[in-house]
């Protein structure tokens, strides 16, 4: 099988090519993100538009192209309205949080992975991410259990009952929801035996069901298609899971209880005006940027192409990540025009009594399941003797340094 | 570079916890303590304790502080001015066992073997990692699989016990 795969030297102009990996998938996380954005307010509103029989955005520029840039424009120079009794700073410090946590959770995601021949001729594998750490999987979990402070704070600080209202069902509605999330994502761990996202979209680029491969004709398009991605490898319901509990992560319709319109006004925004508003906006977008992208990475393959044939592994690894990302978008605007807002004892009857024991007892039958399936087909990435053996090292390495240590508090 | 970054992250965990017990306003209050927490995270990720620092993040500032949070809008506190007690040997008694505290640790050495501590952060790291904990706590030639599964029964017999203090007719 050619491989078509772009090779690149270790040292050019002798700068050492991959520790630069890094500062680029900084550079392009966050350009990206900062690019697409008037993009998805658009696609939204076509989207919608499209669903519900109207025309759309088609004043500004053509085909309303320009809409977003005309509201960005307006949101800068509207008014920045405040309430007397707001507590100011907390008020102030709100829509940052949402867009930090927000933005700080893209810094795990795997765009692609860029192959290097390093001095000795030998080829490295290097992913493309901010930051390739062991804990990634959790990293992500954490920094968006974060941003329940954003609505809450925003919620309590507008000193309105409206946004405190909001800011009530915010926080238990993210609470209850990140439980199923954490469920579903765990049944992904089981089955890659790692939290480091690059190497589960490695484990996904085998065949399906972990079938060993063999390098047989029938094989060979199917390694790392769409049906050896873990969509398919859980069963398909951690993937529903999941994606019912990323709308309800992400405040969008039907779960946008924080800030149903029809009932709150605006909910935990309701005192918020001009930039601020804006980056609550920038905040939702890129939190359902995120969410797609770790939906893509987990269960629908991450930057593998959806069948290992030509034309389809020409497209640059970074393309299909982002393809995925974008469906995942279209999905979220799919449900917005669909589904009416949810009654919020049958959000919590959801979560609570139908998401979070299905989701547990998916749990213990990929358990058990990782216990009899044939062994992981691409584990080349995943060491398992070389681990074990830094193990060994490593407790008979640690007494010394704790007789040391104890020495020296001794002393 | 790792040393700056805990001198500097030690400042505004001092002063997140003193302004955590100093302010008057119970939200406030709850905000410095999520300082602290993010702070003690960092110091886990410095300390080559990866798994700790994401747990911290998430069960302490994401979930628990998230719940203080939750009902002290709930309950709607302002500042609570009834609440300071007059006459009271809480305030004596407070100041005795800090002081004996700060002893204690100033005896046992700990700030003489920190930086002793921050230096040797490569032999523990795998350790710290997802891999190195999870291969800790479940090799059966471990130790530590029995008291781990023992204290996650003790943890579910917590919670059914809480859900039936609750809720009497279930």
């Excluded at chain 1, 990293?139 to 968006?144: D, E």
């Excluded at chain 1, 389809?312 to 995925?324: A, E, S, V």
């Excluded at chain 2, 798994?51 to 203080?68: D, E, K, N, S």
């Excluded at chain 2, 204690?104 to 710290?128: D, N």
Aim: proline share 7%.
């Amino acid at each position: 099988m050619p491989d078509l795969r772009i090779i690149f030297p270790e040292y050019a102009l002798g700068i050492h090519l991959p520790s630069l990996v890094p500062y680029i998938a900084l550079f392009g996380t966050i350009g990206f993100i900062l690019m697409i954005l008037p993009g998805l307010i658009w696609i939204e509103r076509v989207v919608i538009a499209l669903m519900q029989d109207r025309s759309g955005p088609n004043r500004v520029g053509p085909r309303g192209l320009l809409q977003s840039t005309a509201d960005v424009v307006k949101l800068f120079f509207k008014e920045d309205t405040m309430p007397q009794s707001a507590d100011i700073r907390i008020y102030y410090l709100a829509p940052f949080l949402t867009v930090f946590c927000a933005f700080a959770a893209g810094a795990v995601l795997p765009l692609q992975t860029l192959t290097f021949r390093l001095v000795d001729s030998s080829f490295k594998t290097v992913p493309v991410t901010v930051g390739d750490v062991n804990i990634g999987l959790l990293y992500i979990l954490a920094v968006s259990s974060l941003q329940v402070y954003g609505v809450v704070l925003a919620g309590w600080s507008s000193n309105n009952k409206y946004s405190l209202l909001g800011g009530l069902r915010g926080s238990a509605q993210l609470i209850s929801y990140e439980l199923s999330m954490g469920l579903s994502l765990l049944c992904v761990v089981t089955l890659a035996g790692t939290c480091q996202l690059n190497k589960i979209v490695d484990a996904q680029n085998g065949l399906p069901f972990g079938i060993p491969y063999t390098g047989v004709w029938w094989q060979v398009p199917l390694k790392g298609s769409i049906f050896s991605w873990f969509w398919l490898g859980t069963l398909l319901v951690p993937v529903c899971i999941y994606t019912i509990a990323m709308i309800a992560e992400t405040n969008r319709a039907p779960f946008d209880l924080p800030e149903a319109e029809s009932e709150l006004i605006a909910g935990f925004h309701t005192e918020y005006s001009s930039m601020k508003f804006a980056m609550f906006f920038t905040g939702e977008y890129v939190s359902m940027l995120i969410v797609s992208g770790l939906n893509a990475a987990m269960f629908w393959g991450g930057s593998l192409p959806p069948l290992n044939i030509p034309p389809l592994t020409w497209i640059p690894g970074f393309m299909w990540f982002i393809i995925k990302i974008m469906g995942g978008i279209f999905f979220f605007t799919w449900l917005r025009a669909s589904f009416p807002r949810l009654r919020y004892d049958a959000l919590m009857n959801l979560g609570w009594k139908r998401m979070l024991p299905l989701g547990l007892v998916w749990v213990f039958l990929m358990a058990v399941w990782g216990l009899f399936r044939p062994a992981p087909a691409s584990s080349d990435n995943i060491p398992a003797e070389p681990v074990t053996a830094s193990q060994t090292t490593v407790q008979q390495v640690a007494p010394p340094v704790e007789a040391k240590s104890l020495a020296s508090r001794q002393r | 570079m790792a040393t700056v970054l805990f001198w500097i992250l030690a400042l505004v965990s001092v002063i997140a916890s003193i302004s955590m017990v100093t302010t008057k306003n119970p939200v406030r209050s709850a905000l410095f303590l999520v300082v602290t927490f993010l702070c003690v995270a960092v110091f886990y990720v410095i300390l080559s304790a990866q798994f700790i620092a994401a747990v911290q993040i998430i069960v302490y500032a994401g979930a628990i502080m998230v719940l203080f949070l939750f009902v002290i809008m709930l309950l709607n506190l302002g500042t609570p001015q009834a609440l300071v007690e007059r006459g009271s040997l809480q305030p004596a008694f407070a100041v005795v066992l800090g002081i004996s505290f700060a002893v204690t640790l100033v005896m046992s050495g700990s700030f003489v073997t920190l930086p002793a501590v921050a230096a040797q952060p490569e032999v523990y790291e795998p350790l710290g990692t997802v891999r190195g904990i999870g291969i800790n706590l479940f090799d059966p030639k471990q130790p530590w699989l029995f008291p781990f599964e023992a204290t996650s029964i003790l943890l579910l017999i917590a919670v059914v016990g809480a859900i039936v203090m609750a809720k009497r007719k279930v």
